[in-house]
């Protein structure tokens, strides 16, 4: 039978993990209608903007502002890579796994710096993990177990909105059948957060305190007294209480967000933090865990770790993996002006830096590979449009516990995913450092 | 059509064929070895040199979240090993948890070509097949932690053991997981409380069921699905003093049936508290040599730096009160724990002297080598890298004299090592490296030279110094092709990763959808990996049931 003209043709796609955070929602149902995006169930707000509005401000493939084909950019983009002495590649948190792995061999083949979105963001807590370790679980031992959730500087209310209710507050589990009611949630922050709304307490503390926060409870752990009357701006007695409810929960969970990593102290915050929740564990079980993750952030962390033993930061121009953050850190590459030039791939880098590192990049021959215009795409010198990670390019992401899951393609794009466009950028460098004859590298043989 | 090759003049040790340095050529046709080419083959001058299967690893830690946490949290480790790139090479760091393209070309460098992953929690299996992606070269395997999964203990608690066995074929079935693997069974659940066992016939919180009936059901489930590999077990009480008491009752509780006791140096140990601490290697080597349902790797310790990565959260967080190195501590929703600690094992402590003293009794007094398996538990025990300097030990008694003046001196009072006279011959170093692990594991095609077999093939030179002969080889092939020669790696390929196909023995129940969806938090549909997900699978059937 012949199809009539003006039938819809009707796609429902269950079980779609969402790009958008760290929470990573896999159970997201998404109605295609025409090849087009219909509805979105399950998500939260900002995982529904993040489909619904997938074809809104789509960039366009462009060279020195001027439309090129894709495979003019790709070509002017190799070319850029393949002459710079100290190149940057940045960016990496919205897109999938096999991208970002593509993104680390392509630094290793032009010897790079290779940095993520991380930081900026949550490279203070993977120093702290560094410095001391962690103990912490993955969110459904929360959801099962903890009977006590702190927030500490991070809004989950507004950031990773469906984190309370899939894991860490009403989420009912084996020994929380009642979600809520069986936990106690508090939150610590220097403002009132919609996160307030949801904790059974709010403390509020002194910007800038946390450090000396932290410490306090460990040396009240270790069953000092303390002179003060008050630490952080909050009475003595108070941290005493606190201390008691995670002394005496069955099972503990402090969260913590940039309000730590991103202000005075920094790693040293989460060393802090890190060292009371380790030592804790001499009473009753306690963890900790930070609210990582725009986008797929996690995942970067863990190739990168993987392939160059090292988690961000990390620099390729001595043949082999260095890592020095502060020296190979992106804002400090920019901010020096040692790159010269740049790779900017599923990120918003002008958008989002300083004024003074925004102004190295523009000044450099820079490319921009993102689905989306950005400040970042507006200036680049070579713009190359890509199918959206977990839109339009299947792939996989990290969740903030580092669980691995699958990314559904459920439209189609006429754009290549981001994966195919480093492929290929791979490839025409690899040619030209052979040659430029367009002959395709020997598999390891020549050695010496 | 690939590659043909002849192996000529070489002095060829192939145990599982009754080969025992008598002078052969070996052909290999299209990645297999036959018994002759059909056209032109290239020659392999093997003069002088000796021929041996490819070396295979029981039990090996290089890729997983948990592995991965370690590389992430040891930066310090990456500042060694560096491996610079080269065309078709990728570069790379590290000693105890090496990156994973360095992984494999290290491996390689020691003319290994198979290795099996040794703990994975289930929910992290999939990052753990994107890792072997990157690990180059080697065939891969991958055993999936069950011992403290709490489906297994709701079921036992309810004394359901087919719906034991139907969990377990649908999780190998789900992940491609190669095999089973226990760690510290019951003890890994308690820990998420904070506790553990501290004997086999304690009770799990909640699930009141105890590590000896988890123990004799997986083995059950094991044997009866037909899986190649027996269950792979991390015993009980690792690491603490006077731990062999459970070792030894853990063998005896699953006597008769197949097992194989993962590095059991750690689980050796005598005396009533650290100062007292010593060897019992000889009660469980008297165990192991009368009871031929056992096999075992030893977990060598290692002098120097090392990183203990394991499921068994307890022990971990007893480690981290010994030594006041940092700790990393991740438990996993539903299956396991994991715990991490840098150690560094000193030739003048005597617990660590002790150790090291109690991986060579095992290898020295248990008499069959098809039964007895060269590991370091890498990175526990110290990095695979030094398994050239275990097989001196092993071959050479000199060496172990001197290595004996420079140890703590109670390993000379405290342990039989001193009196053991025996020395490994070659052909004994090729069974403990290859051809008994590979038969363990039920790789029929793998650690042989036989008509049939993978060609995977180690040269080495002939060295009375057998650290260097076994540092250095020659040439190394793998699936017929040059992978390594003079030293250097020549020809960068993927390896293949292997799993089991369980037979079918039923679908789970439909209300297993829900009652996963009730302590997960992930989708029911997507916790399965298609093997379209896996480059280069190689599907290896089970067997008949036991």
């Known amino acids: 039978m012949a199809e009539s003209v003006g039938v819809k043709e009707v796609k429902v796609i269950e079980g779609v993990t969402c790009p958008f955070c760290g929470v990573t929602c896999d159970d997201l149902v998404v109605h295609v209608e025409n090849g087009k995006i219909k509805e979105v169930k399950n998500a939260c707000v900002l995982g529904k903007d993040t489909f619904m509005h997938h074809l809104e401000g789509w960039a366009t493939p462009r060279i020195q502002g001027k439309p090129a084909t894709i495979d003019q950019c790709i070509d002017a983009a190799a070319e850029i890579l393949a002459k710079a002495k100290y190149p940057l590649i940045y960016g990496l948190d919205s897109t999938e796994l096999q991208a970002q792995r593509k993104s680390i061999e392509l630094a290793d083949l032009i010897g790079a710096n290779i940095d993520h979105t991380s930081s900026v963001c949550h490279a203070p807590s993977l120093q702290a993990v560094q410095t001391v370790g962690i103990s912490s679980c993955t969110v459904g031992e929360v959801k099962n177990r903890a009977d006590l959730v702190i927030f500490w500087g991070c809004n989950p209310a507004e950031a990773h909105p469906r984190h309370p209710s899939r894991y860490s507050v009403t989420a009912k589990g084996l020994f929380t059948p009642k979600g809520k009611k069986d936990r106690m949630v508090i939150h610590v922050d220097v403002r009132p957060t919609p996160t307030a709304r949801m904790a059974d307490a709010f403390i509020q503390i002194k910007p800038n305190s946390d450090y000396e926060i932290f410490s306090a409870l460990r040396a009240l752990l270790k069953g000092h007294e303390l002179d003060q009357a008050e630490v952080g701006g909050v009475a003595i007695d108070e941290w005493k209480t606190l201390l008691e409810k995670m002394k005496s929960s069955k099972f503990g969970i402090l969260y913590w967000g940039m309000g730590l990593t991103m202000t005075r102290g920094k790693y040293l915050n989460i060393v802090a933090l890190l060292t009371l929740t380790q030592e804790l564990n001499r009473f009753t079980k306690f963890q900790a865990a930070p609210m990582r993750g725009h986008g797929n952030v996690v995942g970067m962390a863990q190739v990168l770790t993987w392939q160059t033993g090292f988690p961000f930061a990390v620099n390729m121009s001595r043949g082999y993996p260095r890592f020095n953050p502060g020296e190979y850190s992106v804002a400090d590459l920019l901010a020096h002006g040692e790159v010269d030039a740049a790779l900017i791939l599923a990120a918003d880098a002008i958008g989002n830096f300083p004024a003074k590192m925004a102004e190295h990049l523009r000044s450099i021959p820079m490319i921009a590979v993102d689905p989306k215009e950005s400040e970042t795409t507006k200036v680049a010198t070579v713009v190359i449009p890509t199918a959206q990670a977990g839109i339009a390019a299947g792939g996989m992401a990290y969740r903030m516990d580092h669980i691995p899951l699958v990314m559904k393609k459920v439209v189609d794009s006429p754009y290549p995913s981001d994966r195919e466009v480093l492929e290929r950028i791979i490839a025409k460098v690899v040619a030209m450092k052979n040659g430029g004859n367009g002959a395709p590298v020997r598999a390891g043989g020549a050695r010496g | ?546």
Request: glycine share 10%; aromatic share 10%.
């Open chain 2, 1 to 546: 059509m690939g590659r043909s090759l002849k192996i000529v003049g070489g002095e060829v040790y192939d145990p599982a064929n009754g080969v025992n340095g008598a002078v052969r050529e070996i052909c290999v046709q299209d990645g297999k070895i036959v018994e002759s080419c059909t056209g032109a083959a290239e020659i392999i001058e093997a003069r002088n040199l000796v021929v041996m299967p490819g070396g295979v690893d029981i039990h090996t830690h290089i890729a997983s979240p948990a592995v991965n946490a370690a590389r992430g949290f040891r930066p310090e480790d990456h500042r060694h090993g560096l491996m610079s790139k080269r065309p078709g090479i990728r570069s790379g760091v590290g000693f105890t948890v090496p990156s994973t393209f360095a992984t494999g070309y290290l491996y390689t460098k020691m003319g290994y070509t198979t290795v099996m992953e040794a703990a994975n929690a289930p929910i992290g299996v999939r990052h753990t097949h994107e890792e072997l992606i990157d690990i180059p070269i080697l065939d891969k395997g991958i055993y999936v932690l069950m011992g403290n999964n709490e489906f297994i203990l709701k079921y036992l608690k309810a004394g359901e053991m087919e719906k034991v066995k139907r969990y377990v074929a649908w999780l190998i079935r789900s992940l491609k997981g190669y095999g089973i693997k226990l760690v510290n069974p019951g003890g890994v659940e308690q820990w998420k409380y904070g506790k553990d066992v501290e004997s086999l016939d304690d009770k799990v919180y909640y699930f009141d069921v105890t590590p000896r009936q988890i123990l004799k059901a997986l083995s059950w489930a094991n044997e009866s699905l037909g899986l190649p590999h027996p269950i792979h077990l991390h015993a009980n009480r690792l690491g603490i003093p006077n731990n062999y008491l459970t070792t030894l009752e853990t063998m005896h509780a699953l006597d008769g049936s197949r097992l194989h006791m993962a590095h059991i140096q750690f689980h050796s140990y005598g005396g009533e508290n650290w100062g007292g601490f010593c060897s019992k290697a000889v009660e469980i080597a008297e165990y192991i040599n009368a009871h031929p349902n056992v096999t075992t790797d030893i977990g060598q310790v290692v002098f120097g730096d090392a990183t203990t990565i394991t499921a068994d959260g307890p022990w971990q967080y007893r480690l981290y009160k010994l030594s006041k190195n940092k700790w990393y501590n991740q438990d996993i929703e539903v299956e396991t724990g994991c715990g991490i600690v840098p150690y560094v094992y000193r030739e003048k402590n005597y617990v660590n002297a002790i150790q090291w003293a109690i991986g060579l009794e095992l290898f020295l007094l248990i008499r069959d080598p098809w039964r007895v398996f060269l590991s370091t538990d890498h990175p526990n025990g110290g990095p695979f890298i030094f398994y050239p300097w275990i097989i001196k030990l092993l071959m050479d008694k000199t060496f172990r004299a001197e290595m004996l003046k420079r140890v703590h001196k109670r390993v000379l009072s405290d342990t039989t090592l001193p009196k053991l006279d025996r020395e490994y011959t070659l052909s004994e170093i090729a069974i403990i490296s290859r051809a008994g692990p590979a038969r363990a594991l039920g790789l029929q095609h793998k650690g042989h030279l036989g008509i049939g077999a993978d060609a995977d093939i180690a040269i080495y030179p002939k060295d009375d110094d057998r650290e260097q002969m076994f540092e250095h080889p020659v040439c190394v092939i793998k699936d017929g092709e040059t992978v390594l020669q003079e030293g250097e790696i020549v020809g960068s390929r993927d390896g293949k990763t292997l799993f089991v196909i369980p037979p079918e023995v039923g679908e789970m129940d439909p209300e297993f959808k829900t009652e996963f969806e009730n302590y997960y938090t992930i989708e029911y549909e997507n916790f399965p990996i298609d093997v379209e997900d896996i480059p280069n699978p190689e599907a290896i059937p089970a067997g008949a049931a036991r």
